[in-house]
């Protein structure tokens, strides 16, 4: 299992913010040479490069510009990595101006004091806010910025696995809008809705002009939505030995023409939280899985029958509860589709090992 520890650097120091962000130009020159690369080969009909070929294109570039050879061999495995990830031919240019620094480097790279709370990349020596112990063992990490401007280093450390016995007390998760999560016994949680209580704000600071102000109501509402799932996440994984969530995909309801709709999905930050709880379970030695929920709302979690009285289509969205016609049962929307992904969940987990053929990520943070 990996796992990413992030430290903000203290770079209250002018001449430590520079050294990092000419760091950052050099990467970007590294990144534009692999996407020219790249985009030659498309046009002359070649054969598209690899990340081998780059690191011969770029043999010596990290004494010419200053920066170690790991970091030019990590930035164009990177490229190759997204260029693949993404499936698209080429890729975006890296700017000096608007490109977030972000400085690759693998373990050898990179001295972490754990005791002093200190490091040094480059012969450059830079403190930590070190909050929290490091595990395991470092295998590779990144100097990034944000926008606001502030720099941290995160390392990527392999942990050991962790076995142990797996529980019985399952739980079906939907995600929804009104409510973040409604889970299978009746119990849901409402969305905090971060960024509507924060949008007014943002309108104000938009118009007046006022950037610095913008940037930082947008941080504070990410910083806000990050907490809130964590939190939410560590709860579901402390309380519930087996998780089974909903499909649903942000991207697909994102692209839809109704921008109140696509502005609560990224507001809820679906990704995120299913991101949190399939690694966390993965780390406590529990289980997490995503399972279908086609039907899920329109099918009676009663009787098994899609009634003619159940939501169906945007016409049906904001219909909360309803009546089942088959078996006359009072279904609340949520719940009904929770316990729907719960039954779908039981049915296609191995019964033998619940660890197999289970599709788990990790993630930053626990």
């Given at each position: 299992m990996?796992?990413?520890?992030?430290?903000?650097i203290?770079?209250?120091?002018?001449?430590?913010?520079?050294?990092?962000?000419?760091?950052?130009?050099?990467?970007?020159?590294?990144?534009n040479?692999?996407?020219?690369?790249?985009?030659?080969a498309i046009?002359?009909?070649?054969?598209?490069p690899?990340?081998?070929?780059?690191?011969?294109?770029?043999?010596?570039?990290?004494?010419?510009?200053?920066?170690?050879s790991?970091?030019?061999?990590e930035?164009?495995?990177?490229y190759i990595?997204?260029?693949?990830?993404?499936?698209?031919?080429?890729?975006?240019?890296?700017?000096n101006?608007?490109?977030?620094?972000?400085?690759?480097?693998k373990?050898?790279?990179?001295?972490?004091?754990?005791t002093?709370?200190?490091a040094?990349?480059l012969?450059?020596n830079?403190?930590l806010?070190?909050h929290?112990?490091?595990?395991?063992?470092?295998?590779?990490g990144?100097?990034?910025?944000?926008?606001?401007?502030?720099?941290?280093?995160?390392?990527?450390?392999?942990l050991?696995?962790?076995?142990?016995?797996?529980?019985?007390?399952?739980v079906?998760?939907?995600?929804?809008?009104?409510?973040?999560?409604s889970?299978s016994d009746g119990?849901?949680?409402?969305?905090?809705?971060?960024?509507?209580?924060?949008q007014?704000k943002?309108?104000?600071?938009?118009?007046?002009?006022?950037?610095?102000?913008?940037?930082n109501?947008?941080a504070?509402?990410?910083?806000?939505?990050l907490?809130f799932?964590?939190?939410?996440?560590?709860t579901?994984?402390?309380?519930?030995?087996?998780?089974?969530?909903?499909?649903?995909?942000?991207?697909?309801?994102?692209?839809?023409k109704?921008?109140?709709?696509?502005?609560?999905?990224?507001?809820?930050?679906?990704?995120?939280?299913k991101?949190?709880?399939?690694?966390?379970?993965?780390?406590?030695?529990k289980?997490?899985?995503?399972?279908s929920?086609?039907?899920?709302?329109?099918?009676c979690s009663?009787?098994?029958?899609?009634?003619?009285?159940?939501?169906?289509?945007?016409?049906?969205?904001?219909?909360?509860?309803?009546?089942?016609?088959?078996?006359?049962?009072?279904?609340?929307?949520?719940?009904?589709?929770?316990?729907?992904?719960l039954?779908?969940?039981?049915?296609?987990?191995?019964?033998?090992?619940?660890d197999?053929k289970?599709?788990?990520?990790?993630?930053?943070?626990l």
């Open positions: 990996f796992k990413t520890f992030k430290y903000r203290k770079d209250s120091n002018s001449s430590l913010r520079n050294s990092l962000k000419e760091m950052g130009c050099a990467v970007n020159r590294i990144w040479n692999a996407n020219e690369t790249q985009q030659l046009s002359s009909e070649h054969k598209w690899s990340s081998f070929d780059l690191n011969n294109d770029t043999a010596g570039w990290g004494k010419h510009l200053n920066i170690h790991d970091t030019v061999q930035t164009n495995q990177q990595k997204s260029r693949t990830q993404f499936k698209k031919p080429y890729l975006r240019w890296r700017s101006s608007k490109s977030l620094t972000w400085v690759p480097f373990a050898r790279a990179i001295h972490v004091d754990f002093l709370g200190s040094r990349y012969g450059i830079f403190d806010f070190y929290r112990p490091l595990e395991g063992t470092v295998k590779t990144s100097i990034t910025a944000d926008s606001r401007g502030r720099f941290y280093l995160n390392l990527v450390c392999e050991p696995d962790f076995v142990g016995p797996t529980g019985n007390h399952k079906g998760i939907d995600l929804g809008l009104k409510s973040v999560v889970l119990i849901s949680v409402e969305s905090p809705k971060y960024f509507r209580m924060m007014n943002l309108a104000k600071a938009q118009r007046a002009g006022k950037k610095k102000q913008t940037r109501l947008h504070k509402i990410k910083n806000q939505r907490d799932n964590h939190k939410l996440s560590n579901l994984v402390n309380s519930y030995d087996v998780l089974y969530v909903g499909d649903v995909k942000s991207s697909d309801i994102i692209k839809t109704s921008k109140g709709m696509a502005k609560s999905v990224n507001d809820v930050g679906w990704f995120q939280l991101s949190f709880l399939l690694y966390k379970a993965l780390a406590r030695g289980v997490c899985q995503e399972v929920e086609k039907y899920s709302t329109q099918t009663e009787c098994g029958t899609i009634s003619t009285a159940s939501p169906k289509g945007v016409a049906g969205l904001n219909i909360r509860e309803w009546t089942c016609a088959e078996c006359g049962v009072s279904r609340d929307r949520d719940t009904n589709a929770a316990k729907n992904i039954r779908s969940g039981t049915r296609s987990l191995p019964s033998k090992n619940l197999t289970l599709s788990l990520v990790g993630s930053p943070g």
